[in-house]
């Protein structure tokens, strides 16, 4: 085939991969040279999304109680929460996501999300994993996602961190990383044990009430002057002006502050504080926040005895009613209740088809990339103490918004949900999809502080179905 036909490919469509074109130049098929061929791959499509918001939930989200109904299980190990029809003909999840199965013409569920590596199987390297679209048993720590994107495109937001956790303080969520890239683009987390205490207020953004009003003015004309004084400003300067624009802005706690939030908007999220950290996504991203994740774990809290370690961690009796702390649990991953509780797929259930609806009402989701992401599914099979375990082999995530085509299955499971059969995605897919949402060049390296290149999302393929 001619030279022309190839570069029309591969500056036209994103299927053609990074992996393919080196394959191609490898071959000397075309002539291509192999930074041509890093060049070209590099290119996709244009950005559709302005911003991303991720709603990680930690902890190994049983697919198969959820997006992925299996009901051609054996009885012994077949998840009790029945197939339920959705808004789009054909496209099923369980009873476990009822009100979410009225958005479903939004969402595109990726059913054939799998490791191709092991190593990341525990809860922390795969967090660290679905954090960064990179392996982390890698020769080099990469940074997560929202660094990069963060330390690329910036934020039009000049009043808050372009890359933000909510809250941060969970058991993962130390996991996060900024690697070789510079400080400035490490994950601000707003801490808050529990986000819907009307006493919760943001620390670190906001200046000391004794720092505030004439103070403040004060110390900033002093600096102003102090650089006026200087022969050159040091590059420090821009990180005090962003500061100070923070610590300035009335609208960073307008940003945090669900008490301008009206009683229907916060309801609808659902009480407690899942819905109110899901609410948080929503409120960040309409300030122009350039990449928000949520890890919503819920806290323990007085009145819910029973439950001390609310993640998807289902060793123990998965299909308690209540608590999972019941004769013949093993202590790994207990303390939590059973997925079909309130605290758990409940509130996961009312607050995501909420966040959907809502952004999709206020105009926000055409412009903002939706990703419901865990580390890794669990096993298709029931263990001995009525649990299931880490499973890789198989799991669901979920897109929306920013140009994604909702009402769509991508990939299949097997018919007991343990292996992927057709369309199989790993991390690093999830990783490039992002980046190519965003408009991120994946051909052109980020560099460590000696100067050496590093390509990243390079492992990894957009997932062409959300293109």
Wanted: with cysteine; charged share 20%; net charge positive.
């Amino acid at each position: 085939m001619p030279l022309d036909w190839f570069h029309r490919r591969a500056e036209g469509s994103p299927s053609l991969s990074r992996r393919s074109l080196l394959r191609l130049a490898a071959g000397g098929v075309v002539g291509l040279s192999l930074p041509r061929c890093l060049a070209l791959a590099g290119k996709g499509t244009p950005a559709r999304a302005k911003n991303v918001l991720v709603i990680l939930e930690q902890g190994g989200l049983s697919h198969i109680d959820t997006w992925d109904p299996k009901p051609l299980q054996i009885s012994d190990d077949r998840s009790p929460y029945k197939p339920i029809a959705t808004r789009v003909p054909g496209m099923q999840f369980t009873e476990l996501l009822t009100k979410t199965a009225h958005v479903a013409d939004k969402l595109a569920v990726v059913r054939s999300m799998y490791h191709a590596r092991g190593g990341a199987d525990a809860h922390p390297n795969g967090t660290q994993y679905a954090l960064s679209g990179s392996h982390p048993a890698g020769a080099l720590e990469m940074p997560d996602i929202g660094s990069i994107a963060s330390h690329l495109l910036g934020s039009a937001c000049k009043y808050l961190p372009p890359y933000i956790m909510v809250p941060g303080n969970n058991e993962q969520a130390a996991e996060t990383r900024h690697g070789f890239l510079p400080a400035a683009t490490k994950v601000f987390k707003t801490g808050g044990h529990d986000l819907s205490d009307p006493a919760w207020k943001i620390n670190g953004l906001v200046a000391r009430d004794e720092n505030q009003g004439n103070r403040l003015i004060d110390r900033r004309r002093l600096r102003l002057t102090l650089k006026d004084q200087a022969a050159h400003d040091s590059g420090m300067g821009r990180f005090y002006d962003q500061a100070y624009d923070i610590l300035a802005s009335p609208k960073v706690s307008e940003a945090f502050d669900f008490r301008r939030e009206p009683t229907r908007v916060r309801e609808r999220y659902g009480p407690g504080h899942r819905g109110a950290c899901y609410l948080m996504g929503r409120k960040l991203i309409e300030a122009g926040t350039r990449f928000v994740t949520i890890d919503p774990r819920w806290p323990q809290m007085k009145d819910m005895p029973g439950g001390g370690n609310l993640n998807w961690d289902h060793h123990d009796h998965i299909y308690a009613k209540g608590t999972c702390e019941l004769p013949g649990a093993t202590g790994a991953g207990a303390g939590r209740y059973g997925i079909g509780h309130h605290v758990m797929m409940g509130s996961v259930d009312q607050a995501f088809s909420a966040l959907i609806a809502d952004l999709h009402e206020r105009g926000l989701l055409a412009e903002t990339l939706v990703c419901f992401v865990t580390e890794f599914g669990r096993t298709p099979k029931i263990n001995t103490s009525k649990g299931r375990d880490h499973w890789t082999h198989a799991y669901s995530i979920v897109f929306a918004g920013a140009g994604v085509p909702g009402g769509q299955v991508i990939g299949r499971s097997d018919k007991e949900g343990g292996y992927v059969l057709d369309q199989a995605h790993t991390p690093e897919d999830y990783a490039a999809t992002v980046y190519e949402k965003l408009g991120i060049d994946r051909g052109q390296p980020l560099y460590t502080s000696g100067n050496r290149p590093v390509y990243f999302g390079h492992a990894g393929e957009p997932i062409p179905e959300l293109l």
